[in-house]
């Protein structure tokens, strides 16, 4: 399970950066979510996966007994997801605006002028 | 005592936020209230301030749950001078906006944002959890990225595409290092962390996880090679966002690099080498940057790089001299910065350009104007007795104490192309006769603006500009301030122990 | 795109759909649930009343603009981290509880109005940047 986890990750971080590295504003965006995905596997498999014992304490006990998952990795993603559930809705906005404005998808075309602005 | 006041400053600013969403296009009623609650914030920032200073660091827990379960909020002296200076800036900002930002930008909620921004740096600077620290930068840059968009013009859609890129990655490398972290120690409060790091054998894995912490915040503070999204996207949009923009936000991303590198991952020669190399390349680069450009807004945002890395560089050199300079630079930076902006706007404002082949004549047409721009001005230069003269004596002294010349030599080098920068600013623009241009029919002059809203317009910039003053004539109590800082960051363990309450 | 199948099973859902929101913001704190979820799925609910329909009617349906609920969902939350410190003089966001449960709801306590501030946000949020995504072609 670790290794197979380990390789997702690298192949999301490698399709992400190269999504990123091409021209498109579509892509940058498809790109930074894949990378943020990656991250958020990365948290999970660094916070160690712990098989059928999830952190919650049964009524009858005061404390844990035997192994249990670690809530934090859990509560850290959860909050990253939020996060760029966030982020990646305004990249859409934004990246249609600008498509409206600019007319195009080039990140090319989009270098500024200096002499013909104010 | 101290422990009851540290969230002041953060709740002010949500609380004033939330009031500015209710009175939703109602513009008038929310600049009053932007404005009165960005001077009580200060208040409650001085209050928070004053406290620290005489009764010692304090640590609060959020929810009550025990140090290194919970989320830790912790006002050191660092912490507190900086929500005190992001309250002063704040409120320049604020009343500095009521008069410029108009239209349609007020009417899609920039004031709101703006304090939504205010409490995010606040929270930033006093949050004692790194992870904690993750989500206050989110709440930053995602209000930044709507006010750096807001109105939708097309120069500004160009610059916000770079500054939303490159953030975004940023923040996405900060969330690596922190699984990294998390994964390492299987804890993310600070104070709890500082202790493990030290005492990990397998060094190669914490200097991965330390330089992604660098990269990270590097391309937030704008350091040599990171920084090449803040000249395109800084001048774009209006002057109020750009002066919050250059006086706070690269600061954060200096603040957490001092804090993660003095906390944390601390004095090692590795880490200190990297630290000055980009330091120096930083100075070096953005010195050059501004030398050939024409816009003056592109010529501060320039600078604003050139200045990281006096900060940088202090931060590498690690001794109390040089860290004390660094701390005063840092707050003679955020409100020298802010107002430079301010003085770029208020320019635009008279003169309808920000171009130096189209200005000249300042001095001539408006000489008391220009005598108050020529404050912030002369205080960024660093001419004696003004606020930028002090720290850069504490640094050079810090690099000649660690036999370090090449540093010594760079921050010689760092002042002289700020100096050749501002006489050209200052001869181009207020000395040299007015060149002939056409007066734009659609544009609203400042000659034209009412009373009222020139007062508007001058008061934050003076407001400002007294401050520096203070900074630059009341040097000694700085200093005192600058060292106490220098010395709770070379020594760790007070932090350690307040919040971890051992 | 216009279906009256669609249309149809949609006047049914919306009120499943938000009941059984509400039920996921109830069952929250102890097990998996919360403000979050629930306010995502009540945002579904309405997104798919738009896709049968159209924004128009979404939004007639609704009633206020979904932008309102955004400050009132953070005045509850920020009001509910203020509850503790105000009654008990406990630090900021400290959970606290009434003694009793009660019926169909369980334990009230001030996590309980934070999460219901988090439900008005989120769907606030959610609901505006698709309305001005559908609205904006």
């Known amino acids: ?118 | 005592m101290t422990e009851q006041i540290i969230l002041l400053p953060i709740l002010t600013q949500a609380v004033i936020a939330v009031v500015l969403l209710f009175c939703w296009g109602r513009i008038r009623v929310q600049q009053i209230i932007s404005i009165a609650g960005s001077a009580l914030n200060v208040i409650f920032a001085a209050w928070l301030f004053s406290s620290v200073w005489q009764n010692g660091m304090a640590s609060v827990q959020s929810g009550n749950w025990e140090a290194p379960f919970g989320i830790t909020f912790v006002a050191d002296t660092l912490s507190a001078t900086l929500v005190l200076l992001t309250a002063i800036s704040g409120l320049a900002v604020s009343i500095y906006s009521t008069a410029t930002i108009v239209g349609v930008r007020l009417k899609f909620g920039f004031l709101p944002i703006l304090h939504f921004l205010l409490m995010g740096l606040c929270g930033a600077f006093l949050t004692g959890d790194i992870f904690n620290l993750y989500v206050w930068f989110e709440i930053i840059i995602i209000s930044s990225f709507v006010l750096i968009t807001l109105g939708s013009e097309k120069h500004q859609l160009e610059g916000a595409v770079k500054y939303f890129a490159l953030n975004m990655l940023a923040s996405i490398i900060f969330l690596t290092a922190l699984g990294i972290l998390y994964g390492l120690f299987g804890t993310l409060n600070m104070a709890d962390l500082a202790g493990r790091i030290a005492a990990v054998e397998n060094r190669s894995l914490v200097y991965v996880c330390a330089l992604f912490f660098f990269v990270g915040f590097g391309i937030k503070s704008a350091v040599f090679p990171l920084y090449f999204w803040l000249p395109d996207s800084y001048h774009t949009p209006p002057t109020a966002v750009s002066a919050i923009f250059s006086g706070l936000l690269t600061k954060v991303g200096v603040y957490a690099l001092i804090r993660v590198f003095t906390l944390l991952f601390t004095d090692d020669v590795f880490i200190d080498t990297v630290l000055l190399g980009v330091g120096v390349l930083t100075i070096f680069s953005g010195g050059i940057g501004a030398l050939v450009q024409t816009n003056i807004r592109k010529i501060f945002s320039y600078l604003i790089i050139c200045h990281i890395g006096f900060m940088i560089a202090g931060l590498g050199l690690f001794n109390e001299l040089a860290l004390a300079g660094m701390m005063f630079y840092l707050i003679h930076d955020i409100l020298v910065k802010t107002n430079l902006f301010f003085v770029a706007g208020l320019i635009y404002k008279i003169k309808g350009s920000n171009d130096m082949r189209k200005l000249g004549g300042m001095y001539k047409t408006h000489p008391m104007v220009s005598l108050l721009l020529a404050i912030p001005l002369f205080s960024l230069v660093g001419i004696p007795p003004l606020s930028g003269f002090w720290p850069k004596i504490s640094l050079i002294l810090g690099a000649v104490e660690a036999g370090n010349y090449i540093v010594t030599g760079m921050l010689l080098f760092g002042s002289f192309i700020t100096l050749l920068i501002i006489a050209r600013v200052w001869a181009k623009v207020f000395w040299k006769p007015q060149v002939e241009t056409k007066k734009r029919p659609d544009f609203v002059y400042f000659s034209a603006f009412s009373k009222g809203r020139k007062f508007m317009i001058l008061l934050p910039v003076a407001m400002l500009a007294v401050v520096t003053i203070y900074v630059g004539f009341g040097a000694e109590h700085l200093n005192t301030l600058a060292e106490r800082v220098a010395t709770e960051l070379l020594d760790t363990k007070p932090y350690i122990q307040n919040v971890l309450g051992k | 795109m216009k279906s009256s199948i669609l249309q149809t099973a949609t006047n049914y859902l919306l009120p499943l759909l938000l009941l059984f929101s509400v039920f996921i913001l109830l069952r929250g704190h102890y097990l998996p649930g919360g403000g979050f979820v629930g306010g995502l799925i009540a945002a579904t609910a309405f997104v798919l009343h738009m896709f049968a329909h159209s924004v128009r009617h979404t939004r007639k349906l609704l009633r206020i603009h979904p932008g309102y609920l955004m400050p009132i969902g953070l005045s509850l939350a920020i009001l509910s981290g203020f509850a503790p410190k105000i009654i008990s003089g406990l630090p900021f966001l400290t959970g606290i509880w009434f003694p009793e449960p009660i019926p169909v709801i369980g334990m009230i306590g001030s996590a309980l109005f934070f999460d219901t501030g988090v439900y008005l946000v989120v769907v606030g949020v959610s609901l505006t940047i698709l309305f001005t995504i559908s609205e904006g072609t």
């Open chain 1, 1 to 118: 399970m670790q290794v197979l986890l380990a390789i997702t990750i690298g192949l999301l971080y490698a399709a992400g950066i190269y999504m990123i590295l091409r021209r498109s504003l579509v892509k940058l965006i498809i790109g930074l979510i894949l990378l943020g995905n990656g991250v958020n596997l990365l948290i999970f498999l660094l916070g160690r996966i712990t098989k059928g014992n999830p952190p919650i304490i049964d009524e009858s006990m005061k404390a844990f007994e035997g192994a249990y998952a670690d809530p934090v990795p859990q509560a850290l993603i959860l909050t990253a997801i939020v996060i760029s559930f966030g982020l990646q809705s305004f990249a859409i906005v934004l990246i249609k605006r600008v498509y409206k404005v600019v007319k195009t998808d080039d990140m090319d075309e989009l270098s500024i002028n200096e002499d013909d602005q104010r």
